[in-house]
Each structure stands twice: as C-alpha cells, then as structure tokens.
C-alpha cells in the first residue's frame, strides 16, 4: 500500500507504467483477515472502496481459480501457509512476477519473487 516502502527492484518494478499489475483476491482476503483483527489499520479505506484502490494501483484484480487451488495444493514445496501457496500458484499460472519480501517464495518451484 506504500511503495516507499517496496525494496528497490519491487519499487521500480511496481511503479513501471509499461507493467501489468495484478492483485490476488487471495491478498485481498488476507488483507481483511490481518485488518478485522487489528493489524493492518491503514487497509481500512482500500477494503471500504476496492475498485477506486484498483484504479489507483492501475491494477486488475486476479481472483481465484480452481485450477489455481488445484496446483496450490499440489506443488512440491515445504511451505504451509495456504495463501501463500496460491499466490505462488497464481503467479506461475500467470507467468507473473510475485512482489514480495518474503524468501520463503524463493523454494517455491517455477516462481519468480523481486523485492
């Protein structure tokens, strides 16, 4: 929600106007999980009104498909977290680029991470 505090390549990656950026409907649903029990305050406006925080991203929301589902619970990959099983799955399906922090994404077979 704040790219000043995106890594460098995330950073310029995400502000790259020639750059298709989509958010998971799995992000979404995580974001108002972490924002209902009071960890993530600032989601307040983005959940109110998602399609002005699309438009603002000059974003496409990506939702969840059984297909999708289907190769998060079948990849070969020691990591448990459900949602960020389907963001892996989502991006590799996509061929997209996955922004974020966490290496954990980094054993994740067929996936690319920047931060």
Do not use: C, N, Y
Request: charged share 20%; hydrophobic share 55%.
């Amino acid at each position: 929600m704040d790219p000043a505090k995106l890594g460098a390549g995330a950073r310029s990656l995400v502000l790259d106007a020639e750059v298709s950026r989509l958010v998971s409907a799995a992000s979404i649903l995580e974001l108002g999980i972490k924002h209902r029990l009071g960890e993530l305050a600032q989601a307040a406006p983005v959940l109110a009104d998602l399609p002005q925080a699309f438009a603002g991203w000059a974003a496409r929301e990506l939702p969840m498909t059984a297909a999708q589902a289907a190769l998060a619970g079948a990849l070969d990959w020691e990591h448990r977290d459900p949602f960020d099983r389907i963001l892996a799955a989502q991006a590799i399906m996509e061929g997209a680029v996955l922004v974020s922090k966490d290496t954990a994404f980094d054993t994740a077979p067929g996936l690319r991470r920047v931060w």
